[in-house]
């Protein structure tokens, strides 16, 4: 079963806008992460945060957590055309693998 | 470093066919994965190994085996093929625990 679930599915914004992606997930997490995935590539990780973290930073991405309401966003600032793809959120649980969401597809327009 | 990398990068196969997917990896990570992707179904775990000569079910492994005979290599098998295995099929690694995990670049597998 998924235990991350993203939202929205799909987002559509013009370019310079920011973009914000939820990830919602069901059970106590270990840490939970964000990949990026262009166009018949493969996944890019981009940012790790711990269930102990509350917000973390790198480059034009923020990520927070909210471990009480189990869930997390990614906000994506002044917004790229290179930035066009599906974005995952991923769930360490224990046993060392982790879950994806069925992720949100991220268009931007010029 | 190549990363990881993956053979073949698109196959077709008929029904009771095998084949084998081969990932390797060139960052001396003891993880490896295999994972399936599917429309509207994110990324599927299959199997995986946390070193050389170990291997773990996944999600969804009925239908595939495994072998991690050298680190750096990590094969998937289907014995006999089926329509529902048609899928993309990505290999990941890491350097230790599921964290910061490479990917491949996806093998396309239609089974007819």
């Known amino acids: 079963s998924q235990q991350g679930e993203e939202d929205p599915q799909a987002l559509s914004i013009q370019e310079g806008e920011n973009a914000t992606m939820n990830c919602s997930y069901k059970?106590?997490?270990?840490?939970l992460q964000w990949y990026r995935q262009n166009s018949g590539r493969g996944l890019v990780h981009l940012i790790l945060?711990?269930?102990?973290?509350r917000e973390k930073h790198s480059g034009r991405l923020r990520v927070t957590l909210d471990t009480s309401k189990k869930s997390s966003s990614l906000l994506i600032t002044a917004s790229r055309a290179a930035d066009t793809a599906s974005y995952f959120c991923a769930t360490f649980q224990g046993a060392q693998k982790l879950v994806f969401g069925q992720g949100t597809r991220l268009t931007i327009n010029p | 470093n190549a990363g990881v990398t993956q053979t073949p990068k698109f196959r077709v196969l008929k029904t009771g066919q095998s084949m084998t997917l081969l990932c390797a990896q060139d960052?001396?990570?003891?993880?490896m994965y295999w994972y399936r992707q599917d429309p509207g179904m994110g990324l599927r775990l299959i199997h995986y190994s946390v070193g050389e000569g170990t291997t773990a079910k996944g999600e969804v492994p009925d239908g595939y085996n495994v072998s991690r005979l050298k680190k750096q290599n990590f094969l998937l098998g289907l014995e006999s093929a089926a329509p529902s295995q048609t899928s993309v099929y990505f290999c990941?690694?890491?350097?230790?625990?599921?964290?910061?995990?490479?990917f491949g670049p996806g093998t396309r597998l239609t089974v007819t």
């Open positions: 059970t106590s997490i270990n840490n």
């Open positions: 990941a690694s890491s350097y230790l625990g599921p964290n910061e995990q490479y």
């Open positions: 945060i711990r269930s102990n973290e």
């Open positions: 960052m001396n990570h003891e993880y």
